[in-house]
C-alpha cells in the first residue's frame, strides 16, 4: 500500500515540475529596446517593425521601437546600446566610421555598385559581412545582425555642379560618424561639414550648408528636395544601414532566444531587401510627381571620371588605416567581384 502511494505522491511531483518548468520557460517574458536612426515608415523602421513582429509571433518577449528623436539623436544610440539601456541599434553605417573604422567601409566612395541587383546579391552573399565584421562588431561591445541598402547616394545642392572645380568652397554636410565621408568630399573638391540629421534642415534653411547627400527616398520623405534646387547623380556612393544587439545581453540570452533573435534578424533582412529593390525608383518618382520643377541631373561618364579618380585616393587612405582595414576592403571587392558575375 505504501508503496503504491509514493509512487503516486512521486508522480504528482514530478508532473508539477515538469509543469513549473514549462510554464516558467513560456511565461519568461521580456521588454527589448530597439531605437534606430530613422522613423517607422522608412527603411530602418521597415526592418525593425518586421524584426519586432518575429519577435513577439515567436516568443512572450516584447519590442520597444524608439525612432530616431525618441531618444535623443542617432549620434548618441551606439552609446545608449553599449551602456546597455538599449537592447537593440538600428544604425546609418554613416554614423559608425568613427567608432568602427571598418564601418567606414559602406561610405567609401565609387566602391559599392548602384545597380539594384548587384547590391542585393551582395547583402545576401557578402563574406565580409558573414565572416570578418561581426568578430569586429564584438570588439566594440555589439552583435552584429543585419547590415541592408537604403538606396542610391543623391546630393542636393542650390546650384548645379558637373566638375570638383564646380564644388570648390561649396559647404557640403556629410552625416558626423564617418572620416571617410570628410575625405571624399575634400576630394571632391568641396569643403565638408559633418552634421548630425537633427540639424541639417535648419543648416540648408540659413543656406549654413550648400548641399547634402542622402537617398531620394530619404530626400522626399523628409522634403529636401523643397530645401533645394537640383539633385545630381554622381553614382559614387549608397547609403546603408547596420542592425546590432549589446553583446553582454546577446551572450546572456538563453539558445533558444539566441536562435530566436538571429531568426528574427533573417526574417527582416528577407523582408528590407525585398523593399530595397524599389526604394529608389519609388523615391525620385516621387520628387518628380511632388516636385515637377525640381531639376534632376546625371553626370555622364567623362563628367565623373575626375570624381572616379578622386575617390581611388579615399580608398588608398582608407585601406592605409590599418592591417584590419586593408583586410575588410580585400574582401569587399571579391565581394563584389561575385555580386557582377552572378547578380541577375
Ligand atoms: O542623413 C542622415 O543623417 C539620415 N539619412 C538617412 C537616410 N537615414 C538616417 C540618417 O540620420
Request: charged share 20%.
Amino acid at each position: 500500500m505504501e508503496k503504491i502511494m509514493s509512487l503516486k505522491v512521486f508522480k504528482v511531483l514530478l508532473a508539477g515540475c515538469l509543469l513549473i518548468a514549462v510554464t516558467s520557460m513560456n511565461l519568461y517574458a521580456e521588454e527589448w529596446k530597439y531605437a534606430m536612426g530613422e522613423g517607422l515608415s522608412d527603411p530602418q523602421g521597415i526592418y525593425a517593425v518586421a524584426f519586432k513582429s518575429y519577435i513577439e509571433e515567436n516568443s512572450r518577449h516584447t519590442i520597444k521601437i524608439y525612432p530616431v528623436g525618441s531618444l535623443g539623436e542617432e549620434t548618441d544610440m551606439m552609446e545608449q546600446t553599449n551602456a546597455g539601456i538599449l537592447q537593440f541599434l538600428g544604425q546609418s553605417t554613416g554614423y559608425m566610421g568613427g567608432t568602427i573604422p571598418e564601418m567606414d567601409l559602406f561610405t567609401l566612395p565609387y566602391v559599392l555598385p548602384t545597380d539594384t541587383k548587384q547590391l542585393d546579391y551582395f547583402f545576401k552573399n557578402s563574406k565580409v559581412i558573414a565572416n570578418m565584421l561581426p568578430a569586429i562588431f564584438n570588439q566594440h561591445g555589439l552583435e552584429l545582425l543585419s547590415i541592408f541598402p537604403e538606396g542610391e547616394m543623391a546630393v542636393t545642392t542650390f546650384v548645379p555642379f558637373h566638375s570638383p572645380e564646380d564644388l570648390k568652397g561649396k559647404k557640403m554636410r556629410v552625416m558626423p560618424g564617418s572620416p571617410i565621408l570628410v575625405e571624399t568630399y575634400k576630394a571632391f573638391g568641396a569643403s565638408p561639414v559633418p552634421m548630425s540629421w537633427g540639424d541639417l534642415i535648419g543648416a540648408l534653411k540659413t543656406n549654413m550648408v550648400d548641399g547634402q547627400e542622402n537617398p531620394t527616398v530619404w530626400i522626399e520623405a523628409y522634403d529636401l528636395d523643397n530645401l533645394t534646387k537640383v539633385l545630381t547623380y554622381t553614382g559614387h556612393g549608397h547609403f546603408n544601414a547596420s542592425a546590432s544587439a549589446n553583446k553582454k545581453f546577446f551572450d546572456e540570452l538563453s539558445e533558444r532566444d539566441k536562435k530566436l533573435v538571429r531568426a528574427a534578424a533573417a526574417h527582416a533582412h528577407q523582408i528590407i531587401l525585398i523593399e530595397a529593390q524599389k526604394l529608389d525608383a519609388y523615391g525620385v518618382g516621387r520628387i518628380v510627381r511632388t516636385n515637377p520643377g525640381y531639376k534632376i541631373v546625371t553626370l555622364t561618364e567623362s563628367e565623373r571620371a575626375p570624381f572616379k579618380n578622386a575617390a581611388k585616393i579615399v580608398q588608398a587612405s582608407f585601406a592605409s588605416k590599418s592591417a584590419s582595414n586593408k583586410k575588410v576592403l580585400d574582401q569587399m571587392m571579391a565581394d563584389l567581384k561575385e555580386a557582377e558575375a552572378n547578380a541577375k
